[in-house]
């Protein structure tokens, strides 16, 4: 079973710092890797996603870094905020078969603190 | 625009009762999909659509149906409820494979 592997399961930062979310994946094929938050009692909803042609993806306050050597991926929350205190998983895909729909990461909740 | 609508948004069963969870999309998209969180597991994947009367399983099918006679409409059957359905289900769509997917707000079910 290909696999996308996600640390921390939660972290707990101030309001202002910057929280980092990591993620390990198997697959090669890989070429799609989108965030989505989630907050409670809510569907997930894309944050961010980046493709492998790329190492880095900025939208506002939300980075990607995407190390391809070493199929690690990650998100960075700059100036976070309480508000952004939320699920938030990372997942994986390619096209073609079942692999073309997302596989997930079993999710980080972070909170972050006024 | 009602984006991805998924219904009931709660639902308790006793176990060995069948029940559809509906779900349906406005945004003409081919791919749907449904998924089911549980803790510390992250969503995964039960079965999912190409296109309407084409359907495949996904990572975890057992005890689940599904059919897709139009675009906008992919239901999940439970056929049997067992204690271990217990979960949060969500419905997602897309424009295709590997593009972005959009949830529906899920079904809480509780299956006693």
């Known amino acids: 079973q290909q696999q996308v592997k996600q640390s921390p399961q939660s972290l707990i930062v101030q309001k202002g710092g910057i929280p980092i979310i990591n993620c390990a994946y198997e697959?090669?094929?890989?070429?799609?890797f989108p965030w989505y938050q989630q907050f409670p009692g809510k569907g997930p909803a894309l944050l961010i996603a980046i493709r492998p042609d790329v190492s880095e993806k900025k939208e506002g306050r939300f980075t990607i870094s995407f190390n391809k050597s070493a199929k690690q991926f990650s998100l960075h929350i700059m100036d976070s905020q309480p508000g952004d205190s939320a699920t938030y998983f990372c997942a994986a895909s390619y096209y073609g078969g079942s692999q073309g729909n997302l596989i997930f990461g079993k999710g980080t909740k972070l909170s972050v603190k006024p | 625009n009602a984006g991805v609508t998924q219904t009931p948004k709660f639902q308790v069963l006793k176990t060995g009762q069948s029940m559809t969870l509906q779900c349906a999309q406005d945004m003409n998209h081919e791919y749907m999909s449904w998924y089911r969180q549980d803790p510390g597991m992250g969503l995964r994947l039960i079965h999912y659509?190409?296109?309407?009367?084409?359907?495949d399983q996904g990572e975890v099918p057992n005890g689940y149906n599904v059919s897709r006679s139009t675009t906008e409409d992919f239901p999940l059957r439970l056929l049997s409820a067992a204690p271990s359905q217990t979960s949060v289900y969500f419905c997602a769509s897309s424009e295709g494979m590997n593009t972005e997917a959009f949830f529906g707000q899920g079904t809480r079910l509780t299956v006693v």
């Open positions: 697959n090669t094929a890989f070429d799609y």
């Open positions: 659509s190409v296109g309407a009367g084409i359907t």
